[in-house]
T-cell receptor, first 112, second 113 residues
Framework: SQKIEQNSEALNIQEGKTATLTCNYT??????LQWYRQDPGRGPVFLLL?????KEKRKERLKVTFDTTLKQSLFHITASQPADSATYLC???????????FGSGTRLSIRP | DGGITQSPKYLFRKEGQNVTLSCEQN?????MYWYRQDPGQGLRLIYY???????QKGDIAEGYSVSREKKESFPLTVTSAQKNPTAFYLC????????????FGDGTRLSIL
C-alpha cells in the first residue's frame, strides 16, 4: 500500500543551525510534493511545492529537494529561529489529481 | 482578509446524534476539501468538491455527508453511523485541485460526550 514516512522522532535544533526534515514514500509515483507548516491547534499553512521534474526549490530560508529515484524529499530551514518551531507535513499528489496523501508530520523545536 | 472560516472551534456530540461542521471561504476557490486529523496520523481526505453541486468521496467517507450548494460553503455532517468521530476536522480550498497549494481553516475539534 502507499505509504509516507516522516522523521518519527521530534527534531531539536540549536538556533542558527540548519534543520533538515525527511519525507520518504513507497508504492507511489507522485507528480507533486508539497510541504506545510502546522502550529498546535491550527490548520496547516502551505510553504513550498515541487514537481517531479524539479530537483530543488527555494524560498527565502527554505529549500526543498525531490529525488524520485530515492523516493525522498528533504526540507531544509537554514539559519533556524525559535519561531520556526512547529510541525512540518509533507503531502504527495499524483498526476491524475485524484489522490493526495499526507505524512504524519515531524515536530521541530528550535532552542535559543 | 480572504480566508477559510470553520465553526465552531469545539463541538461535542452525543451518541446517536448527527452534527454539522461549517466551512466558509471568501477566496473564490472552486475546489474545497474536508480532512480528518488524528494524533500521530497524517491528514485523511473525507470528501472533496471541484465545483458547485458536485462532490466526490475521499478515502474515509463512510459515516460522513457533505453538500455544495454555494461556491463559498462546504458543510460536513458527521452522522451517527460514524462510530469513531473524535478527531480534528480541517477544511481546505484551492484553485488547482489536489495538485496545488491548499488553504486550510483552523479546524473544528469534535469530541463525544
Amino acid at each position: 500500500s502507499q505509504k509516507i514516512e516522516q522523521n518519527s522522532e521530534a527534531l531539536n535544533i540549536q538556533e542558527g543551525k540548519t534543520a533538515t526534515l525527511t519525507c520518504n514514500y513507497t508504492n507511489y509515483s507522485p507528480a507533486y510534493l508539497q510541504w506545510y507548516r502546522q502550529d498546535p491547534g491550527r490548520g496547516p499553512v502551505f510553504l513550498l511545492l515541487i514537481r517531479e521534474n524539479e530537483k530543488e526549490k527555494r524560498k527565502e530560508r527554505l529549500k526543498v529537494t525531490f529525488d524520485t529515484t530515492l523516493k525522498q524529499s528533504l526540507f531544509h530551514i537554514t539559519a533556524s529561529q525559535p519561531a520556526d518551531s512547529a510541525t512540518y507535513l509533507c503531502a504527495l499528489a499524483d498526476s491524475s489529481a485524484s489522490k493526495i496523501i499526507f505524512g504524519s508530520g515531524t515536530r521541530l523545536s528550535i532552542r535559543p | 482578509d480572504g480566508g477559510i472560516t470553520q465553526s465552531p472551534k469545539y463541538l461535542f456530540r452525543k451518541e446517536g446524534q448527527n452534527v454539522t461542521l461549517s466551512c466558509e471561504q471568501n477566496l473564490n476557490h472552486d475546489a474545497m476539501y474536508w480532512y480528518r486529523q488524528d494524533p500521530g496520523q497524517g491528514l485523511r481526505l473525507i470528501y472533496y468538491s471541484q465545483i458547485v453541486n458536485d462532490f466526490q468521496k475521499g478515502d474515509i467517507a463512510e459515516g460522513y455527508s457533505v453538500s455544495r450548494e454555494k461556491k463559498e460553503s462546504f458543510p460536513l455532517t458527521v452522522t451517527s453511523a460514524q462510530k469513531n468521530p473524535t478527531a480534528f476536522y480541517l477544511c481546505a480550498s484551492s484553485t488547482t485541485g489536489l495538485l496545488g497549494p491548499q488553504h486550510f481553516g483552523d479546524g473544528t475539534r469534535l469530541s463525544i460526550l
